[in-house]
């Protein structure tokens, strides 16, 4: 979900995007009940992620969102590349809930006609301080927080909970943050 600069976008969205692909012999992830989308809204800094081709020069790397007019999501990404003192990139995406019976299931798009699917499977429900998001294939992978760094705990909590869907942690990359943002 977190990507820069539109040529990237291909790679996540014709991987990932509503291919509905599921690692060999796991079951579809198991997403959190509920998700209220004006609580979800605001600023995420990047903790932990899968590398992928699209993002593996980023570091700092946030999201933003928020509810539209129309109650689609504007999602903003954006990062620094190779160092934290690097040079800024973003990019704009819209996101929705295809399904209002299954809230933690979005799609986002980047630009027309691809979108990618957007699972959100942990999530702190009572402050909305951490949340977890990847896919079916468990190829993508990304631990949020509301905050640049987070407590071993709460890491250790995240860690376990995307080993339990079928995830294997062994490359999981650590983003550096700028503390203080």
Same mark, same amino acid.
């Given at each position: ?33 509920? +998700? ?10 990047? =903790? %932990?992620?899968?590398?992928?081709? !699209?993002? /593996?020069? &980023?570091?700092? +790397? ?10 689609? =999501? %504007?999602?903003?990404?954006?990062? !620094?590349? /190779?160092? &934290? ?97």
């Amino acid at each position: 979900m977190h990507v820069t600069k539109a040529g990237s976008f291909v790679a996540v969205l014709l991987f990932a995007g509503g291919l509905g692909l599921r690692a060999e012999g796991l079951p579809p992830l198991e997403l959190v009940p509920r +998700v209220d989308p004006a609580r979800y809204a605001g600023l995420w800094y990047e =903790i %932990a992620r899968f590398q992928q081709a !699209f993002e /593996k020069d &980023l570091v700092g +790397v946030t999201a933003e969102y928020s509810i539209r007019k129309d109650g689609r =999501i %504007a999602v903003k990404n954006s990062g !620094f590349k /190779k160092t &934290l003192d690097g040079p800024f990139t973003d990019a704009k995406a819209v996101a929705w809930v295809p399904d209002p019976a299954k809230p933690a299931a979005l799609k986002v798009q980047f630009f027309w006609p691809f979108a990618a699917d957007y699972l959100i499977f942990g999530l702190d429900d009572q402050d909305y301080s951490w949340a977890l998001v990847g896919d079916n294939s468990r190829k993508y992978l990304w631990f949020l927080s509301r905050t640049p760094s987070i407590d071993q705990s709460t890491f250790d909590k995240m860690a376990g909970l995307a080993r339990a869907q079928g995830y294997d942690l062994s490359k999981l990359f650590i983003v550096p943050q700028k503390e203080g943002n």
